[in-house]
Nanobody
Framework: QVQVVESGGGSVQAGGSLRLSCAASGYSVRTKCMAWFRRATGKEREGVALIYPSRHDTYYIPSGEGRFTISRDTVNNTLYLQINSLIPEDTAMYYC???????????????????????WGQGTQVTVSS
């Protein structure tokens, strides 16, 4: 059974950093389509970072470029999202998502844009104060 469980959220001041973790079970994070999404209060969920299944290339939303780093640790079977230079606009519930059936990079990207992943975690809250 595929499961993902997030951790690492918290309350930080603007300019600080956090590393979110997504512990996976039931499959290996190696060569899988995985992503981080977030939903701020009153806003729609948005994809913020994607890692492709066939290579280590990544994709970030423009506001995350240079501040977000998505990576996977195959030893610990965990996906990470490093967030630096946090700003109040980063305040949201952050969700890890995986879709082990999407093996093509193009299919993975399409799922990311539409927010249509098969497996979701419960989320971890990030709150940034100014």
């Amino acid at each position: 059974q595929v499961q993902v469980v997030e951790s690492g959220g918290g309350s930080v001041q603007a300019g600080g950093s956090l590393r979110l973790s997504c512990a996976a079970s039931g499959y290996s994070v190696r060569t899988k389509c995985m992503a981080w999404f977030r939903r701020a209060t009153g806003k729609e969920r948005e994809g913020v970072a994607l890692i492709y299944p066939s290579r280590h290339d990544t994709y970030y939303i423009p506001s995350g470029e240079g501040r977000f780093t998505i990576s996977r640790d195959t030893v610990n079977n965990t996906l990470y999202l490093q967030i630096n230079s946090l700003i109040p606009e980063d305040t949201a519930m952050y969700y890890c998502a995986a879709d082990v059936g999407r093996v093509l990079d193009s299919d993975c990207y399409s799922a990311f844009i539409r927010g249509q992943f098969a497996h979701w975690g419960q989320g971890t809250q990030v709150t940034v104060s100014s």
